[in-house]
């Protein structure tokens, strides 16, 4: 984790989005937070990283997320060299969506 990110303040804003418990809750509370431009900046990051994971190449990020080859370059310098935070929501969300299709079978 990088020191100079730590402190009280970043803390209690990551509490905050901790107690989300709902889509419609992030979207209400990030559209107060930040600019239109700042979210669709985080989500486009997102799925470069997403991307990325799944082995596709810049020429196929850039013409899906419209991402410059620098942002693209950004996200997957912090997937092989930050602090594994893509990876470790990234496989999170794969195993939920590999749960849900697992309890989808079982109830048909």
Excluded at 65 to 70: P, R, V
Aim: net charge neutral; glycine share 6%; aromatic share 10%.
């Amino acid at each position: 984790m990088n020191p100079k990110l730590k402190d009280k303040s970043t803390d209690r804003l990551f509490e905050a989005i901790l107690l989300l418990e709902t889509i419609e809750e992030c979207y209400r509370f990030f559209e107060d937070l930040g600019t239109v431009a700042e979210i669709k900046a985080f989500a486009q990051r997102f799925e470069v990283a997403g991307m990325l994971m799944d082995k596709k190449t810049y020429k196929e990020i850039h013409s899906k997320t419209g991402a410059s080859e620098a942002t693209i370059s950004r996200v997957n310098r912090a997937l092989f060299y930050g602090a594994d935070g893509y990876k470790l929501i990234l496989e999170r969300m794969k195993e939920r969506e590999k749960d849900k299709g697992e309890e989808a079978e079982k109830n048909k």
